[in-house]
């Protein structure tokens, strides 16, 4: 950067580069220094004053289509950026997961007071349930908190698929839909879904509060494991009953099953508990020098995906993911013994809803989610690793070529 450093702002550390332009200067030649690849820019003003925070698939060109002079003849309400940007700062980045990400972290730093304006729509759902209380029940959140008395799951990305969810652990389990009145009990009546059987009825006393609160934990035990086992039962369960000819309780589980087969798809691919959410990412990296061979190699950038923040670790190419993989697991084991024991386990919300908005986009080819549980071992991640740079990330480089 061709100033004095204590004229830098602060938020000058986001980019790699910087370079100096004037109105009067030849843009192609000013511009060379710019990569041509993907990547974040900053046009500022001579006081280094922020005037556009762009990304691109090819950062030279869109500067230079930013900066180009229109036409006299061309009306344009554009604001003529050459008059007044004298700086550009930039950065290159080589997926778009991490050029979003870098364009997430510098809106939110140099916009500080304004920047949701730049980032609409960013929303994370939870589900969750307080144990503690008299009687548990399932209960929609737009915040997680996991320190607090409740369990929560998440995270959605719509408030559409949270009452899909709520329908379902209700229809699958007879929970109760008015926990309102509730405050009421014994309710002799009951409402009409415990009338029609649709409910197990706490609130009329067919079943007992300790009765209803195991149901709520075996709701809790399929969003803690996911569907599919509780599913492969009941199918199981099914066919026993309908060749015993217990056709009625057939149907009932039967329709349970069909419930619970709704989580399946991919509104509720990352549904899981919250105390546990830990994700890994690989995206494609820069080119790479490797010892013994005269042509760079892809290499791969790995991240650890938190609630609380998205760590950026060094790339690494074909040849060292076995090495890089186990001290993977052990950066993740470091950061699940920390949330065991209560520490930085912390969910900001803008950045854990900026996450969930990456998780549910369309999927991009050459990008690769992988939950970080607990039965991950280092075998599987190195294989799913290797498939991944073999079907995306080898064939685009050959292709390339």
Avoid at 21 to 35: C, F, G, M, V, Y
Avoid at 77 to 96: D, E, G, P, T, Y
Avoid at 178 to 189: A, F, G
Avoid at 299 to 304: E, G, M, R, V
Wanted: hydrophobic share 40%; aromatic share 8%.
């Amino acid at each position: 950067m061709d100033q004095d450093r204590t004229q830098i702002p602060d938020w000058a550390q986001l980019f790699e580069s910087a370079l100096s332009i004037e109105p009067d200067n030849d843009l192609q030649k000013s511009t060379r220094a710019i990569p041509a690849g993907g990547g974040i820019c900053l046009l500022a003003d001579r006081d280094n004053q922020p005037v556009q925070l762009l990304t691109a698939g090819d950062l030279r060109r869109l500067v230079r289509s930013r900066l180009s002079d229109q036409p006299e003849q061309e009306p344009s309400r554009k604001l003529k950026l050459r008059s007044i940007v004298r700086k550009i700062f930039f950065r290159r980045c080589h997926s778009a997961f991490e050029t979003q990400l870098l364009y997430f972290r510098s809106v939110r730093t140099i916009f500080p007071d304004n920047w949701q304006n730049c980032l609409p729509g960013m929303e994370a759902w939870f589900i969750e349930v307080d144990f503690n209380a008299s009687l548990p029940v399932f209960k929609r959140s737009r915040s997680c908190h996991p320190d607090s008395a409740c369990k929560s799951w998440g995270p959605l990305a719509t408030g559409r698929s949270v009452s899909m969810l709520l329908e379902v652990l209700q229809s699958a389990y007879r929970l109760c839909r008015h926990p309102e009145r509730l405050s009421e009990t014994p309710y002799v009546t009951g409402c009409p879904y415990a009338q029609m059987g649709q409910c197990a009825a706490v609130c009329n006393g067919t079943v007992s509060l300790d009765q209803y609160r195991q149901l709520t934990e075996r709701a809790a035990g399929l969003l803690n494991e996911g569907p599919e086992q509780t599913i492969n039962t009941l199918a199981a369960e099914v066919k026993c009953l309908s060749a015993a000819l217990e056709f009625e309780k057939a149907a009932l589980l039967h329709r349970q099953m069909e419930q619970l087969k709704k989580l399946k798809g991919p509104a509720y691919r990352w549904l899981m508990p919250m105390e546990r959410f830990l994700i890994l990412s690989f995206q494609t990296g820069p080119m790479q020098k490797v010892d013994g061979l005269r042509a760079l190699q892809p290499s791969i950038i790995p991240f650890i995906i938190t609630g609380r923040q998205v760590i950026q670790l060094l790339p690494f190419t074909r040849n060292d993911i076995e090495s890089n993989c186990q001290s993977l697991l052990d950066h993740v084991n470091l950061i699940a013994l920390q949330h065991s024991a209560g520490r930085g386990n912390e969910f900001e919300k803008s950045q854990l809803a900026w996450i969930t908005q990456m998780l549910y986009r369309k999927k991009q080819a050459k990008e690769l989610f992988i939950r970080a549980t607990d039965t991950l071992t280092l075998a599987d991640l190195v294989r799913q690793i290797e498939s991944f740079f073999d079907s995306a990330i080898q064939p685009s480089i050959d292709k390339s070529c």
